[in-house]
């Protein structure tokens, strides 16, 4: 047991499935986080990053590549889900709406969620649905990860700017970190945060990673 008192893990993960509804989702109460953003904020980059694993989630300079809910398995206990990303994607209309529904049944249904990664490009934070899933969080005092991705391509003094007015735009509920899935900037940190969602939050139905 590490001097944090948290069960040892690794952010290590394999896929476990995929689901195009709450009724594909794994039948059970092992605890999620949830893995959002906007399109082309570079969450499956950020996935692989955390996880390390170049190729777990697919990266792809396309936006709207994930179209699915994407379930891994945490190794030492948990998951993490890559949700659809919000915005645009090269699919027919009807088909982002769907997935829109999908994510908000998702979020709004699933009582394995302890969690949420919200992925932002740190050169445009706190667009529209960034503060909408900040102020859905606060309100379900949800615990938020807010990752600042693509941090290397702004300068130090820049990104120290981005964080410190991020962070005093965001309430309690919420971490807020500089990332860089490129780079590994942040990741150690932000394992470290997942850590804590997964192992300090209430667990879902009883659940015990012990």
Known sequence: MPEDGLPPVSFTSDFLLSAEDLRQCPDDNVPEIALVGRSNAGKSS???????????????????????????TVHGGGRLVDLPGYGYARAAKSRREAWGRTVDD????????????????????????DRHMIEWCTERSLPLLGLLNKADKLGRAA????????????????????????????????ISALRGLLFSAPQPGGYSSA
């Open 159 to 190: 990104g120290a700017r981005t964080l410190r007015t991020v962070r005093e735009s965001v309430p309690p509920n919420c971490t807020v970190l500089l990332f860089s899935a490129a780079n590994g900037l942040g990741a150690p940190e932000a």
């Open 46 to 72: 950020t996935l692989n990053r955390l996880t390390g694993r170049r190729q777990l989630a697919r990266v792809s300079k396309t936006p709207g590549r994930t179209q699915l809910i994407n379930f891994f």
């Open 106 to 129: 998702y979020l709004n249904q699933r009582s394995n969620l302890v969690g949420v990664v919200l992925v932002m490009d740190a050169r445009h934070a706190l667009k529209p649905f």
